[in-house]
């Protein structure tokens, strides 16, 4: 019988990614309001992604700003 030298695990943490269709996006800012960390505006007042994979911990933040687009244009991926 061998002996057993230590047990090792991964896990692997699925980051969400956030899409953005710029094309429903009419600039109501209520994302780059409620979320500042992962949007900003450009010059026309139109939603910009700052992180495309929204970092460790600000998964509420992002589901926060997707869920408050009049426009849906905001989708969070896994």
């Given at each position: 019988?061998?002996p057993?030298?230590?047990?090792?695990?991964?896990?692997?943490?699925?980051?969400?990614?956030?899409?953005?269709?710029?094309?429903?996006?009419?600039?109501?800012?209520?994302?780059?309001?409620?979320?500042?960390?992962?949007?900003?505006?450009?010059?026309?007042?139109?939603?910009?992604?700052?992180?495309?994979?929204?970092?460790?911990?600000?998964?509420?933040?992002?589901?926060?700003?997707?869920?408050?687009?009049?426009?849906?244009?905001?989708?969070?991926?896994?």
């Amino acid at each position: 019988m061998r002996p057993r030298t230590g047990c090792s695990t991964t896990t692997t943490l699925r980051r969400v990614r956030i899409v953005l269709d710029p094309e429903r996006c009419t600039g109501h800012g209520r994302c780059y309001s409620l979320s500042p960390e992962l949007f900003d505006s450009d010059d026309e007042g139109h939603s910009v992604v700052l992180h495309e994979q929204v970092p460790e911990g600000l998964e509420d933040s992002a589901r926060t700003a997707a869920e408050n687009c009049p426009e849906d244009a905001i989708q969070l991926v896994d």
